[in-house]
């Protein structure tokens, strides 16, 4: 790798001055450009052969830790990625080089010793266990040795730094995979020789310092999946560190990681022995809780968790110390309900949510009469953790909410979403009798006349309702007649009791379906809270849900639910999203009624919307004016894309929609377009420059065909002459989306397809000369045309027989188009060509085109993967060359040799074996297509010189 990068840089000089130069120049000048130059420069340096000249050089006691520190990363860069290179003879040298390095900055500057035992540690995976078999104990003696020049707490912080990076550098070096295995337990048997040493220095009265390196180097071994029994000398020295409060952080990661590793619930015994030390904890961290110390309540509680997350299963199945796990568990439900409110008085039960996730996944995996004597036991747990979290899911009084900063309340919300996860995951071991106490609880808030009740518990009750409701079928629950008959009892006045409220009527949408006698208890709630902009988001969306899920029992209030909406729409008291989700919820509602109510509840709706349009349409384009426009032609598009008349799926069995006579004429929806299509037409006329008016016209009559599909063929003649004088004047990506639309869904009707064909090869006519004139300006256009064109053939491949459909032109775009920049676009033209390939045969002007330009789209495609396109297009351009070899393999055969014969094609670093042994595996696998991704993924790294090295690894 050395010598081929060489003979490209032999001409730049890596001189000792010219690095230190580039080194001033990366930490000192100004100059970004100048910057970025110098730091592209050294990294080529640090990887050139020079760099073992210049490395040692940088050194040099009397350089600055800049300079000495980019030694030591050149080297460490040397011995990790290209260990390959280096002579065998000179792996001894090099080992006493480093160490010697390491004497001499052991007093010196900390980062540059890091680095240098990093390099070390490279150095020493790379040579166990045959080349180096007691590298670890070497380490350990190498520094014991007296030595005149270095202090021995120096000499025993270097040794402690380079103990500590060598399980870390393993972690993460790029050793084969059976060589993983062998250094690992070549490692884990060193450890013999590591942990007397730490249990030495954190038994004496060692300075803190050192205690710390000895915890934090005990932290990184532990990781190597080391016996816990070997540990528990170390973890109870790391126990007693606890009481220091300048080790304490350093112990719990310590104890945490050995808690933590995957390999420690073998050891059940040391685990069994672990709980009691926890458990000794508990007056530390009522203290600290007092103390408001928020630093060990966490610390304490990571340790905790840590135990019992990772082993319940073990621990549970020890079932003669149930009551020792017990003591565990409830010392974690205290951690839960930890005193204060997340996150401005404590930061810590957050931590525990999981955990009992765990506990209770490790209950419910019990065989049936196991399981039967853990719910005995644990069930209490589960309602006490019940309470626990919806108290602290409770807001703050007014006063403290309103000081809390927007990050602290954000925080807070996604600490609420995190406990309404865990009551509805919850929910699944107690069931039915979870909301019946959760009901109890609620109808005692209410009911108590004695003591008034605050709007916190009455909320976070409603929530925890809401959270399981939301995501678990509550339809068989007794109780929720009676809640809905609560809730209008409850004194609204608070915003975030109203939102709740909102939400939690919201959740119990497909119950009121079930159960259409209640809507009446809840829908004037939900209709006056429409009126508040504060309830903005829940309001609407609980409307919408409602009109989604109840639209065949909404009739009745029809009228009461179109006028209230339509009085907030007027007063413009939401903000844009909420008034689509408006539009859409009335989309709903009015499917489900009779087609004279719809047009009658259309043109009220709607008549306002259309006169300030035409008022618009009248005015001269400005900014304020076409937000406006844009906004109006969303309402409308919003209320199509959910009215539909025709699908009745979802109907209820025997419901009055079912009796529904079918639709005589044309649908509402088609009525209400063609009334106002002049108008859009007027519209377009005055903003056919602007992109985003078109998109939001393009949006209606796009949202509207998908929903009404057949339904929507009477617009088919107006909208395709419309949209080609749109597409012929100015052409905008929206109107060829719309395009892929129609021919999508009218591909197969004779009757309507006419003006559909006529509009394809209108607008492929227009985008042809769009190329003639230069495509890179709209890559948009270029991608939605691709698309278009990959719909057609997929669809209607019929199109491409047309006479004045000029098949070679279209080919000719692709291959531009593949060699584009944007991504979208390089995929939608990969997708046309896979679509294209197939149809050589039955499509005569396809096959011609093919046979003829099929060469030119080999050469692109292979161009695309020698270095071209991105590597994380490659799938996309192997589907071509799987299609090629399926549907033209005589021809692929001879075009692949033809191409390949030339110099340096598709890149300068391949050599002709390997460009003819990648021809031979693509023409060889022509039905597994997984296997020809892998091909051109080996392929693509060979090319770019990427094959073998760590760039290649995430690939």
């Known amino acids: 790798m050395d010598r081929e990068r060489g003979e490209s840089e032999d001409n730049l000089d890596y001189s000792v001055a010219n690095v230190e130069k580039a080194l001033h120049q990366l930490y000192y000048d100004p100059n970004i450009d100048n910057k970025n130059l110098a730091q592209k420069w050294l990294m080529q340096a640090q990887v050139s052969p020079q760099a073992w000249q210049f490395s040692w050089a940088l050194l040099n006691p009397n350089k600055v830790p800049e300079i000495q520190y980019f030694g030591a990363s050149a080297l460490h860069i040397k011995i990790s990625r290209y260990w390959n290179d280096i002579p065998s003879d000179q792996y001894e040298s090099l080992k006493s080089q480093l160490f010697n390095q390491i004497a001499c900055f052991a007093s010196g500057s900390k980062i540059v010793l890091t680095r240098l035992c990093v390099a070390l540690a490279s150095l020493a995976l790379n040579m166990m266990p045959e080349r180096w078999p007691n590298a670890v104990g070497d380490m350990v003696k190498m520094f014991q040795t007296e030595s005149s020049d270095v202090d021995g707490k120096a000499r025993c912080m270097a040794l402690l730094e380079l103990l500590t990076v060598l399980p870390e550098e393993f972690q993460t070096s790029r050793l084969p995979q059976y060589r993983k295995g062998e250094v690992r337990n070549a490692l884990a048997q060193e450890s013999g020789a590591v942990f007397p040493l730490l249990q030495q220095l954190l038994q004496t009265d060692s300075p803190v310092f050192i205690s710390q390196k000895a915890l934090k180097c005990f932290s990184s071994w532990v990781q190597l999946d080391i016996p816990l029994m070997d540990c528990e000398s170390l973890m109870q020295a790391s126990f007693s560190s606890l009481q220091n409060a300048e080790l304490f952080d350093t112990a719990v990661e310590a104890l945490v990681n050995a808690i933590s590793q995957p390999d420690a619930q073998r050891y059940?015994?040391?685990?069994?022995?672990?709980?009691?030390?926890?458990?000794?904890?508990?007056?530390?961290?009522?203290q600290a809780v007092q103390n408001g110390d928020m630093e060990t309540s966490h610390g304490i509680c990571r340790i905790a968790v840590a135990l019992g997350e990772n082993h319940s299963r073990a621990l549970l199945e020890q079932v003669e110390h149930w009551q020792t796990f017990l003591a565990l568990v409830n010392m974690i439900m205290f951690c839960t309900g930890i005193p204060g409110h997340y996150p401005v008085n404590e930061t810590t039960s957050s931590l525990t949510l999981t955990f009992w996730y765990t506990l209770q996944d490790d209950i419910m995996s019990f065989e049936a009469e196991k399981q039967v004597v853990y719910l005995q036991v644990?069930?209490?747990?589960?309602?006490?953790?019940?309470d626990v979290l919806l108290h602290k899911a409770q807001f703050p009084s007014d006063e403290e909410y309103s000081s809390w900063s927007s990050d602290e309340k954000e925080q807070f919300r996604i600490y609420r979403v995190d406990i309404s996860d865990t009551l509805m995951y919850v929910y699944?071991?107690?069931?039915?009798?979870?909301?019946?106490?959760?009901?109890?609880?609620l109808g005692r808030l209410l009911t108590n006349t004695e003591q008034p009740t605050s709007w916190q518990h009455i909320e976070a009750c409603l929530y925890g309702f809401q959270s399981i409701a939301e995501t678990n079928d509550v339809n068989y629950s007794d109780v929720i007649p009676g809640l809905i008959g609560l809730i209008p009892r409850i004194n609204i006045s608070n915003v975030q009791l109203?939102?709740?409220?909102?939400?939690?009527?919201?959740?119990?949408a497909e119950w009121l379906a079930d159960h259409p006698v209640m809507i009446n208890s809840v829908l004037p709630l939900v209709l006056h809270a429409l009126g508040n902009p504060e309830l903005s988001i829940s309001s609407v969306s609980t409307l919408k849900k409602i009109c989604r899920e109840c639209k065949y029992d909404l009739p009745p209030y029809a009228a009461n639910i179109v006028a209230v909406?339509?009085?907030?729409?007027?007063?413009?008291?939401?903000?844009?999203?909420?008034c689509?989700?408006?539009?859409?919820?009335?989309?709903?509602?009015?499917s489900a009624l009779q087609v004279e109510e719809i047009l009658r509840n259309l043109h009220s709706l709607i008549s306002p919307y259309i006169q300030q349009l035409e008022k618009l349409a009248e005015e001269p384009p400005n900014p304020s004016n076409k937000l406006a426009i844009i906004h109006i032609l969303g309402l409308l598009s919003n209320l199509f894309t959910t009215l539909d008349i025709s699908h009745h799926d979802d109907e209820p069995e025997g419901s009055e929609a079912k009796k529904k006579p079918t639709l005589q004429g044309p649908n509402p929806v088609v009525v209400v377009l063609q009334q106002v299509f002049q108008l859009i037409q007027k519209v377009l006329s005055k903003w056919l420059n602007d992109a985003q008016v078109v998109e939001a016209v393009c949006a209606i009559f796009e949202k509207s065909v998908k929903t009404l599909l057949d339904d929507f063929a009477p617009m088919i003649p107006q909208l395709s002459e419309m949209l080609g004088q749109m597409y012929s004047t100015i052409p905008q990506a929206s109107a060829l989306e719309l395009t892929r639309q129609l021919v999508h869904i009218f591909a197969n009707d004779s009757t309507h397809f006419v003006p559909v064909k006529a509009l394809f090869l209108l607008v492929t006519s227009v985008t042809l000369s769009i190329f003639q004139q230069g495509p890179r300006d709209h890559p948009d256009i270029v991608d939605s045309f691709m698309q278009l064109l990959a719909q057609a053939l997929k669809r209607k491949p019929d199109l491409f027989l047309a006479e004045n459909c000029d098949v070679k032109a279209l080919f000719q775009c692709g291959i531009l188009s593949l060699k584009f920049p944007e991504a979208p676009t390089v995929k939608a033209t990969c997708m046309f060509f896979t679509e294209l390939l197939p149809r050589c045969r039955e499509i005569q002007p396809i096959g011609l085109v093919v046979h003829e330009n099929g060469k030119l789209l080999l050469q692109a495609t292979l161009e695309a993967i020698g270095g071209q396109a991105p590597r994380n297009l490659m799938d996309h351009f192997a589907e071509i060359l799987f299609a090629l070899n399926k549907h033209c393999v005589t021809y692929l055969s001879i075009w692949l040799k033809e191409v390949m014969q030339q110099q340096n094609f598709p890149s300068s670093r391949l050599t002709q074996a390997q460009k003819e042994t990648f021809s031979q595996q693509i023409l060889r696998d022509r039905v597994n297509k997984r296997r020809v991704k892998d091909i051109v993924k080996e392929f693509t790294l060979l090319c770019r010189g990427l094959h073998g090295t760590e760039y290649a690894a995430d690939y």
């Open 428 to 441: 699944e071991m107690l069931g039915a009798e979870l909301l019946s106490n959760l009901y109890d609880k």
């Open 498 to 508: 109203a939102d709740t409220v909102m939400f939690t009527i919201g959740a119990l």
């Open 580 to 590: 689509m989700w408006l539009m859409q919820a009335l989309g709903f509602l009015l």
């Open 378 to 386: 644990y069930r209490p747990v589960y309602f006490q953790l019940v």
């Open 268 to 286: 059940v015994n040391t685990l069994l022995k672990l709980i009691p030390q926890v458990l000794q904890l508990q007056e530390q961290l009522r």
């Open 565 to 578: 909406s339509q009085e907030v729409l007027m007063k413009q008291i939401h903000k844009t999203s909420q």
